[in-house]
């Protein structure tokens, strides 16, 4: 998942952006489609920007949580990296992130998925603020590389 809306106010710092009206009002609407549309999350990565923080907060997603700073400003092979060291048995795992890395994301994991045509289309297209790649893994997570995922859903909450 991308982070919602963000506000730019003068002197704060890219890090600490916090949401804009608009992501507060998007980040609960994400919240109820991922409850509506998968499994219960069973662990949330989460990048540590106040952005970040502040959308996985109004989701209403309760599940342990890891801040890392290295989502921040990654590519997504550090996100592999960070996916791969989830422990063994967690199920359905969330990561919230920020642009260009979570399209990028999506994208590499699911290259190769010939069923998926029209949604790489929409996320190569666009993955506005919000937005949320549902992708299907079979195995660990430590065992996640790019092309081991199928892309099952795409949605923009608004």
Not at 44 to 50: E, F, G, I, K, P
Not at 85 to 103: C, K, N, Q, R, Y
Request: aromatic residues 4%; hydrophobic residues 40%.
């Amino acid at each position: 998942m991308r982070h919602a809306k963000s506000d730019y106010p003068g002197g704060v710092t890219d890090h600490d952006r916090p949401l804009a009206e608009r992501g507060d009002r998007e980040a609960p609407l994400a919240g109820e489609w991922i409850r509506a549309h998968t499994p219960e999350v069973d662990a949330v990565l989460c990048s540590t920007a106040t952005r970040t923080r502040q959308t996985l907060a109004r989701t209403g997603i309760e599940a342990p949580v890891e801040y890392l700073d290295e989502l921040y400003d990654a590519v997504p092979g550090t996100v592999i990296a960070a996916i791969n060291a989830v422990s063994p048995g967690v199920g359905t795992l969330l990561v919230v992130g920020h642009e260009p890395t979570t399209s990028g994301l999506a994208l590499g994991l699911a290259d190769g998925d010939p069923d998926a045509e029209q949604l790489a289309a929409e996320i190569s297209a666009k993955f506005p603020t919000s937005a949320i790649a549902m992708l299907g893994v079979e195995g660990e997570w430590a065992d996640l590389e790019p092309g081991g995922a199928r892309l099952l859903a795409f949605h923009v909450p608004r």
